[in-house]
């Protein structure tokens, strides 16, 4: 998610690019705004307020490079952290430092974004906004606090990195609150092209461009989903996963039974929304994208890219499929959940999978961890458009990196208006920040958003984590054709 060029020069030899920015840094629609880049003294001392002198440090090295990964039974040559698909898990508590060294032994320049943090805005990740890109051969050195527990995750931001095995969760415990479950896991799905049958996601992204399928048909491959409001995804990925293993040979989850359960569910596909369940259980719901929900029993879900949902469970008595149907495409990723011996057949069709599965319109966040009542200082609308044929995704009618900032200054309430113009659903995902969603499907407090055709969100920040953030399409080919814009603070 590169090819940000811009004007404009910080200290630091960084290339600015919140605001439109000329000579001294200058917004000329806003006399009173000079974007806080990632330099700015206020960046620095949003992270000192952040953390405690007695904080402690986790240190981690992460090394991207390519290797042969076994999907489980089928054998890939792909980027992936340390040679694994998922990246080994990062687990620290809510006020630890984390510390990493990237190394980059990727033939192609590389950052880390660590997806769900309100982190200090020179190490989110972004080239051009946040950092330069980190060459072959190179290193960088990530260095933050850990402010909020939840289930967050980690993947490079440049150009279509995230669709081969480059991603990781990262797990942030809250220590004032372990949670009373006997067993946890933690599910990355994601869906796999990359190395299968002669695409990588560079070759996919260019087809996508040219107006091709992969046939090399006009149009794009299309798939329907009323779910999803008509159209399901533009890429036909050949295969799905959970932590990295297809359903020829699945990821384990063992539990007793009666145990209960929580499964730190993330998605890190890059065309698919998934439909989650757990074959003869029914689940709850307890947190969104590091925030706590009012409890929701269901018997499926609806993940979107970039989301994540912690659910708990009562473990029954046997093997159980653990199923993540790829919306709309008739694939599926699975897992088991096993509790005693027996066979587990993850190809069959599971009832809980039928129905409507539950989705944000149904979840609020408790009145502990909701925004202030406020009204907003600073409105602006966020209008998604774009089609296949032209494979052009714009924010207000510009693609990245011509979309106009959105600009805020720190201390105001922010209003987003996402408004879908397109005929396909986009998950909007805001770096830095977590927003309330206002009015009818809320309150609830997220990070990535399922945005259907026509619908439209009132979305609420605060703006109290200065800096420059992206605001993107999470569907890695839409962000990469053009949906992306900043959320710019200016002084
Ligand atoms: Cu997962 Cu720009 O983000
Ligand atoms: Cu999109």
């Known amino acids: 998610?590169?090819?940000?060029?811009?004007?404009?020069?910080?200290?630091?030899?960084?290339?600015?690019t919140g605001a439109a920015i000329t000579g001294c840094g200058t917004d000329p629609a806003d006399p009173a705004g000079e974007a806080v880049g990632p330099a700015d003294p206020a960046v620095a001392a949003a992270e000192t307020a952040r953390r405690a002198p007695s904080a402690r440090v986790v240190e981690v090295e992460l090394v991207a490079r390519e290797s042969t990964v076994d999907l489980g039974g089928t054998k890939v040559r792909t980027w992936s952290y340390g040679g694994t698909v998922p990246g080994a898990e990062i687990r620290v508590k809510a006020g630890d430092v984390l510390k990493v060294r990237l190394v980059n032994e990727l033939p192609a320049e590389t950052t880390v974004h660590w997806h769900g943090l309100a982190l200090r805005n020179d190490m989110d990740g972004v080239p051009h906004?946040?950092?330069?890109?980190?060459?072959?051969?190179?290193?960088?050195?990530?260095?933050?606090?850990?402010?909020?527990?939840?289930?967050?995750?980690?993947?490079p931001h440049v150009g279509a990195q995230l669709d081969r095995g480059l991603y990781a969760p990262l797990i942030v415990e809250d220590p004032a609150n372990p949670g009373d479950h006997d067993v946890e896991a933690v599910l990355v799905l994601d869906d796999w092209l990359d190395d299968i049958d002669g695409r990588d996601p560079d070759t996919q992204l260019a087809t996508l461009k040219e107006g091709m399928d992969m046939a090399g048909h006009e149009g794009m491959t299309m798939f329907g989903s009323d779910l999803l409001g008509g159209d399901a995804g533009d890429v036909d990925h050949p295969l799905f996963v959970i932590n990295g293993r297809t359903t020829a040979d699945p990821f384990t989850v063992n539990a007793k039974p009666g145990q209960q359960v929580l499964l730190r569910l993330i998605n890190a596909g890059a065309d698919t929304a998934f439909r989650f369940a757990v074959a003869g259980h029914e689940f709850t719901v307890v947190a969104t994208d590091g925030y706590p929900v009012e409890p929701v029993t269901t018997d499926a879900l609806l993940i979107g890219m970039g989301e994540r949902y912690d659910v708990v469970l009562t473990a029954g008595k046997g093997a159980f499929p653990i199923v993540a149907v790829a919306e709309g495409k008739e694939k599926r990723a699975a897992a088991i959940l096993r509790t005693a011996p027996g066979r587990a057949d993850v190809t069959a069709g599971l009832p809980e999978l039928i129905g409507r599965p539950t989705t944000v319109d149904e979840l609020t966040t408790p009145a502990s961890h909701r925004l202030a009542e406020r009204e907003p200082d600073v409105t602006h609308e966020v209008l998604l458009g774009g089609d296949m044929a032209s494979y052009r995704w714009t924010i207000n009618g510009a693609q990245h990196p011509d979309v106009p900032p959105l600009t805020v200054h720190e201390g105001q309430r922010a209003r987003l208006v996402v408004k879908n113009a397109t005929t396909m659903f986009h998950?909007?995902?805001?770096?830095?920040?977590?927003?309330?969603?206002?009015?009818?499907?809320g309150p609830l407090r997220k990070d990535t958003l399922l945005v259907l055709p026509g619908q439209e969100f009132a979305l609420d920040v605060d703006a109290v984590n200065p800096g420059q953030w992206m605001i993107h399409c999470h569907n890695l080919y839409h962000g990469e054709a053009g949906m992306m814009a900043t959320f710019s603070y200016l002084r």
């Open 129 to 155: 906004l946040n950092q330069d890109a980190v060459p072959p051969g190179g290193e960088f050195h990530y260095e933050f606090t850990v402010p909020d527990a939840g289930t967050h995750w980690f993947h």
């Open 1 to 16: 998610m590169n090819g940000w060029k811009r004007r404009g020069v910080l200290a630091a030899g960084l290339t600015v």
């Open 427 to 441: 998950p909007m995902h805001l770096h830095g920040h977590t927003f309330q969603i206002a009015g009818k499907a």
